[in-house]
């Protein structure tokens, strides 16, 4: 497995138990991932890194932020009557404080990795585990 | 002086933005490249609002045989990672040396709503991608013979909100390697002094050259069609009511841009300024003469 700063070089899960144990677990995931968090099942979760709401929900699909169409009232440019998904991001991450979280720049999509359950690319080291506590600093502004 | 020369020294840059025509022919673009022989770099949209245009890269090519400096923009709208780098090695190899990375605007706004938007990067991986080929790498780790070298620009939008997140992006775009910074057009200087506070606080302003959009109106119609129609714009109310009380809108349409650019000329932090005459080039001269930014250094 290679890994650098821009892209993940995998080709996901191939092997045939791999496919499957990854359908079971995909399964599994969008039960409560789908419903919750509005996922959709990209593969490289970065759910804890974006306030638990799922980034890949933005009509373009931006991992590291929202574009400059967000409206005044922070609705998405494409769909006007939508909630832009990075602005109640950013929201909602200042309010859980985990606003740091969202300095990382992200890497690009691996489409390999599409419509694998997310939880296996982390055991089997294929994309970094999620962040799930963040020290709490206290608010500068 | 190209520049990237000039970027490096303290002078003051004015870059323009061009848009290629809707045709093949390539005299449109000749005739408008002799409007911009007084800025230091010319910006070729890419498929601006996502409507069919002559490529940014031919017209860059064409700009350049002509004497000018081109900027391409490149959208991540269209092509997927293989086709933006095999296009970025192809136009490194006709000798253009600058870049403006953009995410690209949705197609829905454009003259095909039907087609499949790509978004395989986006504006930030985007600069990243490309400040990995300008060390000798492409994306698949393969190396490449003749490393690209491109000065890589981006653009950000001072208006939308929240600002906090405006501010994020930025610093992502410029510790990725962006250089210079575009911004959306300046229509509510208040609001702009306030990112500008903001990029200063952050020290972001010595890392890149932030270039302010200007944009020259006709009419007061363009004007409420950008506050209302554009998103992410932002219109201050006396220019609107400015426009709509005078006599000759053309007129005070270049007022009002001389203006803006004097005011942005004395704001600290602010580099350049970056002229948007949308299909309405042959002004970019008047303007320049008018603000005293025709004759600065000679190249």
């Known amino acids: 497995m290679n890994r650098n700063r821009l892209f993940t070089h995998d080709r996901g899960p191939r092997k045939f138990w791999e496919r499957a144990l990854s359908f079971v677990m995909l399964t599994g995931e969008n039960c409560f991932k789908v419903p919750v968090f509005g996922c959709q099942r990209c593969g490289e979760c970065l759910l804890s890194h974006t306030a638990f709401i799922c980034c890949q929900r933005c009509p373009k699909r931006l991992r590291n932020g929202p574009c400059g169409g967000t409206r005044d009232n922070g609705h998405c440019e494409v769909f006007p009557e939508r909630f832009c998904v990075w602005y109640r991001i950013h929201r909602r991450a200042r309010f859980l404080g985990r606003n740091t979280l969202l300095n990382s720049t992200e890497r690009i999509h691996n489409w390999k990795l599409e419509k694998t359950s997310a939880w296996l690319n982390v055991f089997t080291r294929r994309i970094p585990p999620p962040t799930l506590f963040v020290k709490r600093r206290r608010h500068e502004s | 002086m190209n520049l990237r020369e000039r970027l490096e020294s303290d002078a003051f840059i004015v870059t323009a933005e061009m848009g290629p025509p809707q045709s093949a022919g390539h005299g449109v673009i000749r005739k408008k490249a002799a409007h911009f022989t007084r800025v230091d770099g010319v910006n070729i949209t890419d498929n601006q609002t996502g409507i069919v245009r002559l490529s940014s890269i031919a017209a860059a090519r064409i700009c350049l045989e002509e004497g000018l400096e081109p900027v391409i923009q490149v959208t991540c709208r269209d092509r997927n990672r293989i086709a933006i780098q095999s296009d970025l090695l192809g136009a490194a190899a006709m000798g253009i040396e600058n870049i403006l990375c953009l995410t690209g605007d949705y197609p829905t706004f454009g003259d095909h709503p039907e087609a499949r938007p790509v978004y395989d990067l986006d504006s930030i991986q985007l600069i990243a991608l490309v400040s990995a080929m300008n060390e000798g790498t492409l994306l698949s780790g393969q190396k490449l013979k003749t490393a690209t070298r491109y000065l890589i620009g981006g653009a950000a939008n001072p208006f939308a909100r929240p600002l906090d997140a405006r501010i994020l992006r930025l610093k992502k ?127």
């Open chain 2, 173 to 299: 775009k410029i510790s990725n390697g962006a250089r210079f910074i575009q911004t959306q057009p300046v229509f509510d200087l208040p609001a702009f002094h306030q990112w500008v506070e903001r990029v200063r606080q952050e020290g972001l302003n010595e890392k890149a050259a932030l270039l302010a959009g200007v944009m020259p109106v006709k009419s007061v119609r363009a004007l409420t069609f950008m506050r209302d129609q554009v998103p992410g714009m932002r219109v201050h109310p006396d220019c609107i009511s400015r426009m709509a009380s005078a006599k000759d809108p053309e007129e005070e349409g270049v007022r009002m841009a001389v203006e803006t650019i004097n005011r942005l000329r004395e704001t600290p932090g602010i580099r350049g300024i970056h002229l948007m005459p949308l299909l309405w080039e042959s002004i970019t001269p008047v303007i320049l003469e008018k603000s005293n930014l025709a004759r600065r250094t000679e190249p």
